[in-house]
T-cell receptor, first 113, second 110 residues
């Protein structure tokens, strides 16, 4: 069974630009969550999608948004990039069973200059 | 608000020296506690899920246990390849709203 895939793996942008990251979950998984990981803050929850609907949202500004498609693939978008947005962005998928474990992709390393 | 605190932040062990990592949590209603292993520059790798106090799970040199307030990850006779950051996380309901701890960075020296 193929794991969670994320593209691109690395990205360099400048302040003020916008970026779109993509995630393909494990086949059959309909829940996709996004996290931001930085050395000082650890993994911070961004949002979770299930069947194309956002079910949960973390405490991030509106510059961070996402969506999910009918095939469960998900994208997240960050507009008006700031230096502090430099981080590893991780996508995780899980089955629809409540409390089930999440499986993570390799992440996208975003650097904002 | 859910809280997860892991200790120690860093741990250095000699190969074969057993130890335990701690995860203390405060949640409104635990739906699952998870342990992950993360290598530098990679995504977390799932290890265990624990659902209720008294539950234990084992995998090779790792054993995870759960009480009503904390979880332990016991590492028996560790090897250098066990070096990684170990993350603890909790799901307290609200579907997949998961809170992670900062992690324990484990280094095993040959």
């Amino acid at each position: 069974k193929a794991g969670v895939t994320q593209t691109p793996r690395y990205l360099i942008k400048t302040r003020g630009q916008q970026v779109t990251l993509s995630c393909s979950p494990i086949s059959g998984h309909r829940s996709v969550s996004w996290y931001q990981q930085t050395p000082g803050q650890g993994l911070q929850f961004l949002f979770e999608y299930f069947s194309e609907t956002q079910r949960n949202k973390g405490n991030f500004p509106g510059r961070f948004s996402g969506r999910q498609f009918s095939n469960s693939r998900s994208e997240m978008n960050v507009s008006t990039l700031e230096l502090g947005d430099s981080a590893l962005y991780l996508c995780a998928s899980s089955s629809q069973r409540e409390g089930s474990e999440q499986f993570f992709g390799p992440g996208t390393r975003l650097t904002v200059l | 608000e859910d809280q997860v605190t892991q200790s120690p932040e860093a741990l250095r062990l000699q190969e074969g020296e057993s130890s335990s990592l701690n995860c203390s949590y405060t949640v409104s209603g635990l739906r699952g506690l998870f342990w992950y292993r993360q290598d530098p520059g990679k995504g977390p790798e799932f290890l265990f899920t624990l659902y209720s106090a008294g539950e234990e799970k084992e995998k090779e040199r790792l054993k995870a246990t759960l009480t009503k307030k904390e979880s332990f990850l016991h590492i028996t006779a560790p090897k250098p390849e066990d070096s990684a950051t170990y993350l603890c996380a909790v799901n307290s309901g609200g579907y997949q709203k998961v809170t992670f701890g900062i992690g324990t960075k484990l280094q095993v020296i040959p």
